[in-house]
């Protein structure tokens, strides 16, 4: 996720805010897998992150919107 947003912006990794500012990844990750089990189960999650909106929809399911 930080690659494709350190792309859109045209920096590096390093130049982008710290993720924790934004997220718990951490969490998040563990969300979609507890999800993952359970077929009946859709998820997503929203947050901002360096004035852009990232969308969580699997854990290899990731927008990144302007």
């Known amino acids: 996720m930080l690659s494709a947003v350190a792309e859109k912006k045209g920096v590096s990794k390093d130049e982008l805010p710290m993720l924790y500012e934004s997220t ?16 009946d189960t859709e998820l997503s999650v929203q947050f901002s992150y360096a004035s852009y909106t990232v969308i ?8 990144i919107e302007e």
Do not use: M
């Open 56 to 63: 969580v929809q699997g854990l290899n399911d990731i927008t």
């Open 24 to 39: 718990e990844p951490d969490a998040v990750k563990e969300l979609f897998e507890h999800a993952a089990i359970r077929t």
